[in-house]
């Protein structure tokens, strides 16, 4: 009977198995960042619960820096991936659709109770669908190079950028009691309008990489001078952005349809211009 179940001796030369492959520290690192983004966006929430209104939009705010640097750091060190897209999307719907709406509604919209929830909802919903869009959207490999310098609709963290703006007026001494929580209602519903719909917003990602040499101080000053206002004066400014913000739009829904009317025009004038064929 002991034959049949003889000793195994494992081989000294035979090379250990890997139970799971090595992953590149460039693939690495942008999700690190994505996810310090969706820490800052549960630590918001936190800092709502307990009354910290300020270090609760900051934390949103910081989400939102480092939202932007996740993406370019993985472009720039090649370790883009299909992980790293979705883990994006999620943390993105923490920090820019959960948790501002949870903030407005500790902040005002708590005061006219299940409209207000409705509201909050609303928003974080929109984000939601936002981002679900973004997602399966196909890039056009026709698609004019102008058009990539405009966003379908409001993007994510300009969405929870602008939702907040009740609270950078308050934070500023702008007086707001619970006569105007419905206003706030509305407004929050207005960016949730804006964030799913097709109103094309400006997005700068055609901008010159390259800048005339006489603007170079210039922007370096200004550069200077912006990050010393907002530190000093940051919901002021924060106040400022977000109304230019707005009033631009209506700039990029015109500057878009002319530049689409001129793109139409173009083929028929091309069709128009070509002799008539010898067989006519």
Same mark, same amino acid.
């Given at each position: 009977?002991?034959? #049949?179940?003889?000793?195994?001796? &494992?081989?000294?030369?035979?090379?250990?198995? !890997?139970?799971?492959? &090595?992953?590149?520290?460039?693939?690495?690192?942008?999700? #690190?960042?994505?996810?310090?983004?969706? %820490?800052?966006?549960?630590?918001?929430?936190?800092?709502?619960?307990?009354?910290?209104?300020? #270090?609760?939009?900051?934390?949103? /705010?910081?989400?939102?820096?480092? *939202?932007?640097? *996740?993406?370019?750091?993985?472009?720039?060190?090649?370790?883009?991936?299909?992980?790293?897209?979705? #883990?994006?999307?999620?943390?993105?719907?923490?920090?820019?659709?959960?948790?501002?709406?949870?903030?407005?509604?500790?902040?005002? /919209?708590? *005061?006219?109770?299940? /409209?207000?929830?409705?509201?909050?909802?609303?928003?974080? %919903?929109?984000?939601?669908? !936002?981002?679900? !869009?973004?997602?399966?959207?196909?890039? *056009? +490999?026709?698609? +004019?190079?102008?058009?990539?310098? $405009?966003?379908?609709?409001?993007?994510?963290? @300009?969405?929870?950028?602008?939702?907040? /703006?009740?609270? $950078?007026? $308050?934070?500023?001494?702008? =007086?707001?009691?619970?006569?105007?929580? +419905?206003?706030?209602?509305? $407004?929050?519903?207005?960016? @949730?309008?804006?964030?799913?719909?097709?109103? =094309?917003?400006?997005?700068?990602?055609?901008?010159?990489?390259?800048?005339?040499?006489?603007?170079?101080? +210039?922007?370096?000053?200004?550069?200077?001078?912006?990050?010393?206002?907002?530190?000093?004066?940051?919901?002021?400014?924060?106040?400022v952005i977000v109304l230019a913000y707005l009033g631009l739009i209506p700039l990029s829904v015109a500057r878009y349809r002319s530049?689409?009317?001129?793109?139409?025009?173009?083929?028929?004038?091309?069709?128009?211009?070509? &002799? =008539?064929? &010898?067989?006519?």
């Open positions: 009977m002991s034959d #049949l179940f003889p000793p195994f001796a &494992p081989d000294k030369d035979e090379p250990r198995r !890997r139970l799971f492959r &090595p992953v590149s520290l460039r693939v690495i690192l942008p999700n #690190l960042v994505t996810l310090l983004a969706l %820490c800052l966006g549960l630590s918001a929430i936190r800092l709502a619960h307990e009354g910290r209104l300020e #270090l609760a939009v900051m934390a949103v /705010l910081a989400a939102g820096v480092l *939202d932007g640097v *996740d993406g370019r750091l993985a472009r720039l060190l090649k370790g883009t991936s299909r992980f790293g897209a979705e #883990l994006d999307s999620l943390a993105d719907f923490v920090s820019f659709g959960v948790a501002p709406a949870f903030i407005l509604f500790t902040f005002g /919209l708590k *005061d006219i109770k299940s /409209l207000g929830w409705i509201a909050a909802l609303v928003f974080a %919903c929109a984000m939601a669908l !936002r981002l679900a !869009r973004f997602n399966v959207m196909n890039e *056009d +490999p026709n698609r +004019p190079e102008w058009k990539k310098n $405009y966003f379908v609709g409001m993007p994510a963290p @300009a969405g929870a950028l602008v939702s907040m /703006l009740p609270i $950078y007026l $308050y934070l500023i001494g702008v =007086p707001i009691g619970r006569i105007v929580s +419905p206003v706030i209602a509305i $407004y929050l519903l207005i960016v @949730a309008f804006l964030m799913v719909s097709t109103i =094309p917003t400006f997005s700068g990602k055609t901008l010159g990489s390259r800048i005339p040499r006489q603007w170079v101080l +210039p922007i370096f000053v200004a550069s200077v001078a912006f990050v010393a206002l907002l530190v000093s004066f940051p919901f002021e400014v924060l106040t530049r689409s009317r001129l793109d139409a025009g173009a083929p028929a004038a091309a069709t128009a211009a070509e &002799p =008539p064929s &010898p067989d006519a």
